[in-house]
């Protein structure tokens, strides 16, 4: 019996040893999958960390090249506009050739047809006065004096009027040549002022405005136009279509009573920021406000319609100037779909560079249009100098066939008075000699012929 209870107890310790080891195992088991699956989670979030650095790094790589390669875009178009100003310059050089030579042209046709007037009309009057020299009394030359001196003074004031047309076109195109060849220092000037201000004019939004309106009148002052008719008008405002009231900064008036409208926009802030990001992302965020900030002054601007009112003769367009030229250059290399956005809105963007350009041309065509006008009222006054003198001569004819009838008239009379046996002198002597009371006494000259 009791081996019986040693081997109930023997089994119900074993059975007891088995349950714990067993337990134990499970628990070990269950431990070790739960440490599996961590170190799989933490392998997978590694996995997927370093996957996200690689997106950035190609991201970042991406961004590198696309920098680089707009940099070369803005490089090539740099070069591009240098090209075009190069070939301005030259063209205007041509022009000015050109227009030199017509001058020159113009002056010799001009004393020619001077020398000839001058020639002809010495010809013909020489033979007048040589026909009618005996005939003309000192009345007579008296009025043709009168009749001679008007006509000479108009003849020397013509030439004056000449020589002064040839002299200003002259001068005229030789400060058009130096100032060509100033403005690519000029433009580096404005550009330096420009950046040397920005910080000085940063946050303040009322003295950028007036600051921009001080380089677009010193760029006004060296375009060679005057504030004026023949210029440019800064104390303008008018009524558009809609019935809105529009005072732009400068209306450029063109020959023909047209006109070009220029506003002054600056956009600083976020190009300043741009300029002193210390990070490639801070640059991106402040380069991308700066092009949100000029497309909303393109917007603001394109909805004044400031080319439909009634006082103005305008193209379908507005200068927008923007003062600092690298503000204007980060702009176009960093969006070149700007000017196409601009030009949609009826804007057109300019730096001070493009704009004293646009602004010499103009007063270059002034220049030419000044000339043409003066070229034209020399061509009037000089047909209507040929009608007069003509006229002239044609009254001189006349004045001549009037003194030979008056010669005639009085040779007649005379013949009438001496000639003749029965003539009058004889007649009236025989009565004073038959004994007619008379206190006076013809001439002995008269009786003897």
Do not use: C
Not at 183 to 204: F, H, M, P, V, W
Not at 245 to 273: G, T
């Amino acid at each position: 019996m009791e081996i019986v209870y040693l081997l109930v107890g023997l089994a119900v310790g074993a059975a007891a040893v088995y349950f714990v080891f067993n337990s134990k195992l499970q628990k070990a088991q269950s431990d070790a999958g739960k440490s599996l699956l961590e170190k799989e989670r933490e392998l997978g979030n590694q996995n997927i960390e370093t996957e996200k650095q690689r997106l950035v790094w190609e991201e970042r790589y991406n961004s590198l090249k696309s920098d680089s390669d707009e940099w070369k875009s803005g490089l090539e178009k740099i070069r591009e506009e240098n090209t075009v100003l190069v070939g301005r310059l030259e063209k205007a050089k041509v022009e000015y050739l050109n227009l030199k030579e017509k001058l020159d042209t113009q002056k010799a046709e001009l004393e020619e047809l001077q020398k000839k007037f001058t020639t002809e009309f010495e010809n013909i009057a020489t033979k007048i006065l040589e026909k009618n020299s005996e005939k003309f009394t000192a009345a007579n030359q008296k009025n043709i004096g009168e009749v001679l001196n008007p006509l000479k003074e108009k003849i020397l004031l013509f030439e004056k009027k000449v020589e002064d047309t040839y002299q200003k076109g002259l001068k005229d195109q030789t400060e058009l040549r130096a100032e060509l060849l100033k403005l690519y220092d000029l433009n580096n000037r404005i550009s330096e002022e420009a950046n040397n201000l920005t910080k000085a004019l940063k946050g303040d939004v009322k003295k950028q405005g007036n600051w921009g309106e001080v380089v677009l009148e010193r760029i006004l002052e060296r375009s060679g136009l005057n504030e004026g008719e023949q210029g440019y008008q800064k104390q303008f405002s008018d009524t558009t279509e809609d019935g809105k009231r529009i005072q732009p900064d400068v209306v450029i008036n063109l020959p023909d009573n047209k006109h070009i409208i220029i506003d002054s926009k600056v956009s600083l802030i976020a190009y300043e920021r741009a300029v002193n990001a210390e990070t490639d992302e801070q640059r991106q965020k402040f380069v991308k406000e700066h092009l949100l900030s000029l497309r909303t002054h393109i917007k603001g601007l394109s909805e004044k319609h400031y080319q439909t009112a009634s006082k103005l003769n305008s193209p379908d367009f507005v200068l927008l100037f923007i003062p600092i030229e690298a503000s204007f250059s980060v702009a176009v290399q960093e969006d070149q779909e700007l000017f196409s956005y601009a030009w949609d809105q009826k804007v057109v963007m300019v730096s001070p560079s493009t704009l004293l350009a646009t602004l010499r041309t103009i007063s270059s065509i002034w220049q030419q249009e000044n000339q043409t006008r003066n070229a034209i009222e020399i061509a009037r006054q000089s047909g209507a100098l040929y009608d007069k003198f003509v006229g002239f001569v044609s009254d001189l004819d006349k004045l001549g066939n009037n003194l030979n009838t008056t010669r005639k008239t009085y040779d007649d009379a005379m013949s009438k008075l001496k000639d003749g046996r029965g003539n009058l002198i004889r007649s009236v002597e025989n009565i004073r000699k038959l004994g007619a009371k008379a206190t006076k006494e013809l001439p002995r000259t008269m009786l003897d012929e």
